[in-house]
């Protein structure tokens, strides 16, 4: 019996990872219309020379697509190669649009679902989900919104401890960090690039933990609200 129900759930595994990358695909294709019509989800009319880069009432709530190719970093078990996709809704939390300097911006407080096809590794795939924060660094009259972000979660790897190098369970820890900039084709549509870290461990909670240190690109579509 054991069997059919461990084929049953690798075809359930394989189709989600399928419908994600061709949703992926999709988006991008969608998104880049969206970038060549920058006004298409009824943004302010900003000429290309326009002085305001961001509304001074940044929206409310967020949710991006993302996507990232990621290479295992720091003496990882095995050469590991991960294609990460993130599902991000985004709540604003904080507005400190009327400081002066370098810190100008605005807080969110952001929970992502995580899909990742490990392309490369002992395992084949990861489920998780992570929560944390993000700080968006806005100067006055400039399109280009600089941003950092960090967050913790949790998740499920199909681990093989048998095998050298292999994670020892399946349940995980996940660490993400993130840095780059995202540019506002509009008020209610943005693009976003940058580079991502991402963190594997079982905290120690069985042995092997040889953790995973992922390093990679990040590129992303944002709709606001």
Do not use: C, K, W, Y
């Given at each position: 019996m054991a069997v059919p129900v461990a084929r049953i759930a690798n075809g359930i595994v394989l189709f989600i990872i399928t419908a994600l990358m061709k949703?992926?695909?999709?988006?991008?294709?969608?998104?880049?219309?969206?970038?060549?019509?920058?006004?298409?989800?009824?943004?302010?009319?900003?000429?290309?020379?326009?002085?305001?880069?961001?509304?001074?009432?940044?929206?409310?709530?967020?949710?991006?697509?993302?996507?990232a190719y990621l290479f295992g970093a720091f003496n990882p078990p095995r050469n590991y190669e991960i294609s990460a996709d993130f599902l991000t809704a985004r709540v604003r939390w904080g507005n400190y649009l009327h400081r002066e300097g370098l810190f100008r911006g605005y807080n969110q407080v952001y929970f992502s679902f995580l899909p990742e096809p490990i392309i490369r590794g002992i395992e084949n795939h990861y489920f998780g989900m992570n929560l944390g924060l993000r700080y968006n660094f806005v100067r006055p009259g400039s399109r280009f919104v600089p941003y950092f972000s960090g967050g913790v979660g949790l998740g499920a790897i199909d681990s093989h401890p048998e095998q050298f190098g292999g994670q020892g369970q399946d349940f995980t820890f996940n660490i993400l960090s993130a840095a780059g900039v995202s540019y506002q084709f509009s008020d209610r549509f943005s693009g976003q690039v940058g580079l991502l870290y991402q963190h594997f461990s079982n905290a120690g909670l069985t042995d092997p933990n040889p953790s995973l240190n992922l390093f990679g690109p990040q590129v992303g579509f944002t709709f606001s609200f």
């Open positions: 949703l992926r695909v999709a988006m991008i294709i969608i998104a880049s219309a969206l970038a060549r019509a920058p006004f298409a989800f009824g943004g302010t009319d900003r000429s290309a020379n326009s002085s305001i880069g961001i509304s001074d009432e940044p929206s409310r709530f967020d949710f991006a697509i993302e996507s």
